[in-house]
């Protein structure tokens, strides 16, 4: 089918996506760039690594060149969700080390612009090389369209949101959380196409499409609470000192801090990720020794006497 017309259809799911990572993080700016920069990573390199992964995979295990039925599914059911779950984590884990991934969410976020960007350039590929006709072409267009780039999104927003929890854990566990998200993203890709594997057995990718939506809603509201408690418990000190009102703690620790009217307008943004940073600042200094917890005890200081410049100045 014609490339413009393959270009436009793997688009299409992009604006709903993105609207729901822009009501996560509307208005910060700097965040918005940094989701655009995962996005075109998986638009762009983890294709790459992707589909150079699973060309070293067919050709280290011998099933390069053959066509065999066996050889598609082992393709599809383990080369291709080991080395795509990898190439589009493998940006997740260097974008960790940067202040804009500074609490549990972002991990979600970051990681399902990086499956979004992943699924829209696949499916574009797909349309192109598997629509051969007008009626197959169409059929590839809803099937992945609708679920194929859903599913890159839950899968790699799983990860990130492993690896986030990871940043602000200790002990043992820290090194737990990235192998057991990474796993449990490999294994809900391979699970996905083994639904889309046995030919006419439609119902159970939609069945399987319906758990994955759940998985999406739980594993995006899951870091929500779990960041929520977080800013609460942490902040309560700061509001116990007065540097911060106690009536922000509520406010800051949900959507209620992106309304307008709470706080002086020209302080909003830059007051509500300072304090957000604060808060995990003093989580993770809690549960960190050594030299670490003097450099996030430095932190802390910082993003304190920022939180209170603000609130002094805008009184």
């Given at each position: ?40 990573w ?25 066509t ?35 609490n549990?969410?972002?991990?979600f ?52 949101s ?17 192998f ?71 406010i800051?620790s ?26 995990f ?19 802390i ?15």
């Amino acid at each position: 089918m014609a490339i413009t017309a393959s270009f436009f259809a793997a688009i299409i799911p992009v604006p709903l996506y993105l609207s729901i990572i822009w009501l996560t993080i509307k208005n910060e700016k700097g965040q918005l760039k940094f989701v655009a920069i995962h996005f075109m990573w998986g638009a762009i390199g983890a294709i790459i690594l992707g589909i150079s992964g699973s060309f070293i995979l067919t050709f280290l295990t011998g099933f390069m060149g053959n066509t065999s039925y066996f050889s598609r599914l082992v393709g599809s059911i383990i080369f291709a969700p080991f080395s795509e779950e990898l190439s589009k984590g493998f940006f997740l884990l260097y974008s960790i080390n940067s202040k804009q991934f500074d609490n549990v969410i972002d991990g979600f976020i970051y990681g399902s612009a990086i499956g979004l960007g992943f699924g829209v350039t696949e499916n574009f590929i797909y349309y192109i090389v598997f629509g051969i006709n007008l009626r197959s072409w169409l059929y590839i267009v809803v099937v992945r369209t609708l679920f194929s780039g859903l599913m890159h999104c839950i899968a790699t927003g799983t990860f990130g949101s492993y690896l986030a929890k990871a940043k602000f854990s200790t002990g043992l566990i820290k090194y737990m959380l990235p192998f057991t998200g990474l796993a449990l993203a490999m294994s809900l890709h391979s699970i996905w196409n083994i639904s889309v594997s046995f030919g006419g057995n439609y119902f159970n990718s939609f069945l399987f499409m319906a758990v994955l939506v759940v998985f999406f809603i739980i594993g995006y509201k899951l870091p929500l609470i779990y960041e929520q408690k977080i800013i609460e418990k942490e902040l309560l000190e700061e509001s116990s000192l007065g540097i911060i009102p106690k009536f922000h703690l509520v406010i800051l620790s949900s959507n209620l801090r992106f309304r307008k009217g709470w706080i002086f307008e020209n302080i909003r943004n830059k007051y509500s990720r300072y304090a957000i940073r604060l808060a995990f600042n003093k989580y993770q200094f809690r549960k960190c020794s050594g030299d670490m917890k003097d450099l996030i005890g430095i932190e802390i200081e910082k993003n304190r006497e920022v939180v209170r410049s603000l609130l002094s100045n805008n009184i």
